[in-house]
């Protein structure tokens, strides 16, 4: 057999400059960019998710940026079909493929498999959904902690989506998400994968993303905002959760002033950026490097590509 495939990951919290790494290593050689980050796939909001602007893009291939609308919701497994086919067609090409984002589950299961969670029947998802329209998500995550304690103590009681999914999963098949995660077969994906992280202090990071908004809004979010629940005015829609489009559409829906959301918006992103962090360091295998040092990952990838 064949050496396995090579591939770069940047990895990190929100706002560390990924992106401009990712350059960085294509002025040296040919590499392609793919996207692995959960909210920067939405077609509708390339401003409030942080998506590569059109410099950026031109400066090597972009893939996986804004192709999908608000109504249409993205997994793990959607993700790695999509990304395994776009590396693919980047290795075909004779490029390197470069994952860029902040999405650690999505790296994760594509790199280590993911568990084989079968397909979860119709009415038992309407069964859940109508308990915690009902009930709210907090008595599912009580029941989670009694019949999944690890990965109970790894969600929000108040996070809808992953409080509903535990409970029709274990619904559905009689195990729970730990026994999946851990317990059944993965594959993993074929590939020799260089991560590099892109690490900052969070006391040094928050200031950054603070000013981050507010460019952004000068940089027309909340007009992208506006033309996007123009479109889709369903505040349940996928695109519509995450952060930043959750607290503007809190502020079009009259819900709360501008200010408000704006304020807001910092301290879930301040908040986010802590959990990529977490999440990061209990990661292997990286290379660490702070915001900035782009020639010093450029060199960094080049020496792994020339390694035997």
């Known amino acids: 057999m064949g050496k396995p495939s090579r591939i770069v990951c940047m990895l990190g919290p ?28 939405y077609r509708d909001f390339p401003i409030i998710t942080a998506q590569p602007d059109a410099e950026e893009q031109a400066a090597c291939p972009h893939l996986l940026y804004g192709f999908l609308p608000t ?14 086919e776009k590396i693919e067609e980047v290795l075909a090409e004779g490029r390197l493929p470069i994952l860029v984002g902040g999405t650690g589950l999505y790296l994760r299961s594509l790199l ?20 915690v329209k009902a009930e709210g998500p907090q008595k599912l995550h009580a029941e989670l902690v ?4 690890d990965y109970a103590a790894k969600i929000h009681p108040n996070d809808t989506q992953r409080n509903a999914r535990a409970a029709e999963v274990f619904l559905a098949t009689g195990k729970n998400m730990t026994w999946w ?6 594959t993993p994906a074929p590939y020799d994968a260089l991560r590099i992280g892109m690490q900052i202090a969070l006391d040094e990071l928050e ?6 908004i507010g460019v952004m809004l000068e940089l027309g979010a909340l007009e992208e905002a506006k033309a996007a629940y123009e479109k889709c005015s369903d505040p349940e829609a996928p695109g519509w959760t995450g952060i930043g489009c959750a607290e503007l559409l809190a502020f079009l829906r009259n819900e ?6 704006r304020r807001l918006w910092v301290k879930n992103t301040r908040a986010y950026a ?4 977490t999440w990061f360091r209990k990661e292997a295998d990286i290379q660490w490097f702070s915001p900035g040092e782009n020639e010093a990952v450029a060199d960094c990838v080049q020496a792994w590509l020339a390694e035997n």
């Open 256 to 261: 709360i002033s501008l200010d408000e959301a």
């Open 274 to 277: 802590k959990r990529q962090i």
């Open 146 to 149: 009694g019949t999944d304690p």
């Open 207 to 212: 200031p950054h993303l603070a000013r981050r």
């Open 112 to 131: 280590s498999g993911i568990a084989p969670i079968p397909e979860i029947p119709a009415e038992i998802r309407e069964k859940v959904l109508a308990r």
């Open 71 to 84: 109504e249409e919701k993205m997994t793990a497994a959607r993700f790695i079909d999509f990304a395994t």
């Open 14 to 41: 929100t706002g560390t400059g990924k992106t401009a790494a990712a350059i960085a290593v294509s002025k040296r050689m040919k590499a392609s960019v793919i996207n692995f980050d959960s909210r920067q796939v």
């Open 181 to 186: 995660h851990t317990k059944s077969e993965h």
